[in-house]
């Protein structure tokens, strides 16, 4: 078959024909043969001129080539196994306009390297950019021997039939193998890459590879490649292998011994031929498809140092840091708990009465459906309304009547002691009774006065707790423990996918080797197994630790109230803020639910996944609201239902504005306008306790209360508290929305966190004023708390606008703000605001458990609705 081929092949041929009698077989291979000397002899000598130089190194060779000339350059060196040189080829043309490219094809023992010149490299939109001055450095092939001579050649041809005039020149690359911690300088462009060989030191098994420039443009690309032939050094394959990021200043790759089976590998720096991969300019289209465009100087000075990175210890180190910080608060608390039960065996031992006082400054409404102020005296209470006091009592929170009573102690004690006493005889069987029973939130509903029940009581114009804590302890707490139950659902359902994209994240960097995929702090981050920033993970840990932790303080707390509830503590019935602990788990949950959603968010950090991080802070803040509201406000407070629906629908947004929000007009005022509507929705809702309808009457109500108390009659607003934090809280949202109305925020997800927050402050801080302009005190364990919070938050925020990295920019421009790390050389500033957010947030949540703790002893009838 083959003989039978070169037969057919060779009938084809105008040399010299085949004679008829030459048939397949020995015969026809030895004339094909033969012939095919002659011919390419003749072939040679009349059409094509091959010449071959025995060239040397440093030399600079001017030389012409043309279609039938072409020429091989032949070099040898010696290589050593100990010591590794690196050789580079450079060639300039000289003619502006060529014909046809010339040909450079480099010849190794163990790989060919070939090249055009001009060299056309492709860009954006297949935009070519011509370069006439190109510079290779050759891939060095490993020996085994001590000492060996190595020939390679380099060969030129052109297909032109005019001469075009070439330089070359071969030379030695000096430093060629990078030392570590020792800075080396060069210079790159598209057409002349650099690239360098580092071998791993004794006992070093990880290194970081920083590469540095004065200027952000032209665009650059870093990678680290094993040591193998041939390596991809140019623009259009430097990222076929090993890992590799774009950089405009800084540029920085964490590389271990094991991922390099040679202990040493190639760092290679490449000048892209457009900037828009960093951020740069798109630049402008050729006319022609098939144009060359003019490329400029797109030359570049850098540096290159690799150092080693931290060993075993610093994480060893680093983790028990971590530990060790969060669990001093469990024995802080542990603490703190031992000298509580201390002081709650005392008061057991000596119990006191209710403070049936008003709050501690004596003052209340002579009336409870009073218009006025606070009235400055007190009356004392004639004996039937005693009676009808203690009669009271029976309720589930205890409504002692709105007026002030004082006893003399004495009679006081005997009261109530004769009340515990008889409640303690039918305990058991109303216990049963109430356990048997089905109790539901609409109870109260079913009664026809209900309706003008609740707009007696809630449009007085002072409220005490009382008459917003009417319904039954039962049905609340249920109401309340759908706020846990609900945020577990959603946790769960949340993390399992959250968890099993970051890990698919993860892989795909680790087998593409594409840094640019997730943004980082590349100069502080460690890695440990598959992950590639360990540090930002476990700084996260302070969340689920004290998210616990409260967990378990309110767990104390719960079990602590429902034992003096079975033991019918006077003060636990009717006494205080009524205690409903279903949003205080719900606020642990969404805490140890931030650290593991943020711990999952820098696995891999980017831009498609930011709302792992963002979605629980929203929560967070929302439910921390939802709570202030809820203390004096028990039986209107929000239902779950409707909370995390609203919740939702932020998140929804944050969403839409991280997708369209960049720069679109038409978003931003969409979103200003449901921002502003929303806010006089919620002011609405809160002026009016709820006793108002959104109808197709809306329109006509508003124009008759504007009629009646702005035209017809200037009178001011009837409750003047309320309408100040209203009056505030809609100034600081309008604020908010002409300032993302007019700046529009690249960062729209921080911009709608900071309206939470903002929202958040400013309720807080009317809570504190109010409570103190009530005559209520705080105590010393709220105070230190609300001052060692301030200060963490203050610390942590400074931390937080360091800004290390951020995907609303290039990979490469996230990159100009890395920074080294600051604690024990493992954690960076980032992890600082894991730690100090995680302690504050813990700290905001103790505030909110105990601010009310001065009210334990005081009426609910005597503690005002603000």
């Keep these: 078959m083959v003989l039978r081929s070169y037969w057919k092949c060779r009938l084809k041929s105008s040399c010299f024909p085949a004679p008829r009698w030459i048939r397949p077989g020995l015969a026809a291979l030895f004339w094909f043969c033969v012939t095919q000397l002659v011919c390419g002899a003749g072939a040679l000598g009349e059409n094509k001129f091959v010449r071959q130089k025995n060239a040397e190194f440093d030399v600079t060779y001017n030389d012409t080539v043309k279609s039938n000339n072409q020429t091989i350059y032949a070099f040898n060196h010696t290589i050593s196994r100990n010591k590794t040189e690196g050789v580079r080829v450079t060639v300039d043309v000289m003619q502006q306009h060529l014909e046809s490219p010339i040909l450079f094809v480099i010849r190794q023992k163990q790989a060919v390297m070939s090249f055009q010149v001009p060299l056309i490299l492709r860009g954006l939109y297949q935009r070519k950019y011509p370069y006439k001055h190109v510079g290779r450095t050759l891939c060095q092939p490993p020996t085994r021997a001590a000492s060996e001579t190595q020939y390679f050649f380099v060969d030129v041809s052109t297909l032109s039939s005019q001469e075009t005039n070439f330089q070359l020149r071969v030379s030695r690359v000096e430093s060629f193998t990078l030392q570590t911690d020792r800075k080396f300088s060069f210079a790159a462009s598209p057409s002349q890459p650099q690239f360098f060989k580092y071998v791993f030191p004794d006992g070093v098994d990880t290194v970081i590879v920083k590469v540095n420039s004065d200027v952000n443009f032209p665009c650059s690309v870093m990678s680290v490649q094993d040591i193998q032939c041939p390596v991809y050094d140019l623009d259009n394959n430097v990222a076929f292998i090993g890992m590799y990021q774009t950089m405009t200043k800084k540029g920085a790759i964490t590389v271990q011994r094991k991922d390099f089976p040679s202990n040493s590998f190639y760092v290679v720096v490449v000048v892209k031929t457009e900037d828009e991969a960093c951020g740069g300019p798109l630049r402008f289209y050729p006319l022609q498809p098939d144009e060359l465009i003019d490329a400029g100087n797109r030359t570049k000075d850098l540096d290159v140092v690799v150092s080693p990175a931290i060993n075993s210890e610093k994480y060893v180190i680093g983790m028990l840091f971590c530990l060790g910080i969060f669990l001093s608060f469990y024995v802080l608390t542990l603490l703190v708990a031992c000298v509580e039960n201390k002081r709650m065996k005392r008061r057991e031992m000596f119990p006191n009465p209710p403070d049936t006082s008003p709050a501690e400054t004596g003052k209340t409404p002579a009336s409870p459906y009073e218009y006025g102020s606070f009235a400055d005296n007190g009356s004392t209470l004639s004996s039937e309304a005693i009676t009808d006091s203690a009669t009271s009592t029976d309720n589930n929170y205890g409504y002692l009547g709105q007026e002030p009573f004082k006893r003399r102690p004495f009679l006081n004690h005997l009261h109530h002691l004769a009340i515990r006493i008889e409640r303690s005889l039918d305990s058991v069987a109303r216990s049963r009774q109430e356990s048997l029973s089905s109790v539901e939130e609409d109870d109260y509903d079913t009664l026809e006065d209900i309706d003008s029940d609740k707009n007696i009581v809630r449009t007085k114009k002072y409220l005490c707790v009382s008459d917003l804590a009417r319904k039954d302890k039962r049905i609340l707490s249920k109401k309340y423990q759908i706020y846990f139950w609900n945020i577990a659902t959603i946790a769960v359902f949340y993390a399992l996918p959250v968890i099993q994209l970051v890990i698919t994240y993860q892989t795909v960097v680790n087998v593409t080797g594409n840094q640019d995929i997730c943004y980082y702090n590349f100069l502080c981050a460690h890695p440990l197994g598959a992950l590639s920033a360990f540090n930002n993970i476990l700084s996260n840990l302070g969340y689920v630790m004290l998210g616990l932790l409260f967990l378990l303080i309110v767990f104390k707390r719960d079990v602590t109230h429902s034992r003096a509830l079975l033991r019918n503590d006077l003060n636990a019935l009717e006494c205080g803020i009524p205690k409903h602990f279903g949003v205080y788990y719900a606020m642990g949950t969404a805490l140890m639910m931030e650290g593991l959603l943020s711990a999952c968010y820098h696995v891999c950090p980017n831009y498609t996944n930011f709302q792992f991080d963002t979605s629980f802070m929203y929560m967070i803040a929302g439910l921390c609201m939802l709570k202030l509201y809820q203390k004096r406000h028990p039986d209107i407070n929000a239902s779950a239902y409707t909370a995390y629906a609203c919740l939702a629908a932020v998140i929804f947004f944050s969403v839409l504005g991280v997708v369209f929000g960049r720069g679109n007009m038409v978003f931003w005022i969409v979103f200003s306008v449901i921002h502003i509507l929303a806010t006089l929705l919620l002011s609405t809702q809160l002026y009016y306790m709820g006793r108002w309808r959104l109808d197709a009457g809306i329109m006509r109500r508003i124009v008759y209360v504007i009629y009646t108390d702005c035209i017809r009659q200037c009178s001011g607003p009837m409750y003047i508290d309320r309408m100040v934090l209203l009056v505030m809280g809609n ?13 529009r925020p690249n960062d729209f997800a921080s911009y709608l966190l900071a309206i939470a927050i903002c929202n958040l402050l400013l309720y807080f801080a009317f809570y504190i004023i109010m409570k103190l302009r009530s005559g209520e005190r705080i105590k010393c364990l709220p105070v230190v708390c609300i001052l060692f919070t301030a200060v963490v938050w203050g610390f942590a925020l400074y931390f937080f606008f360091q800004g290390l990295s951020t995907w609303q920019k290039t990979p490469a421009e996230s990159r100009e703000h890395n920074r080294d ?12 605001w894991h730690f100090l957010s995680s302690i504050a947030m813990f700290g ?23």
Excluded: P
Aim: hydrophobic residues 50%.
């Design 731 to 743: 100034i600081v949202n309008w604020s908010l929305a002409a300032y993302g109305l007019i700046e």
């Design 821 to 832: 790390c600051i604690l024990l050389s493992f954690f960076d500033d980032h992890d600082i």
């Design 844 to 866: 905001s949540f103790l505030v909110l458990l105990t601010m009310d703790d001065d009210l334990d002893t005081v009426q609910r009838d005597k503690i005002y609705v603000f």
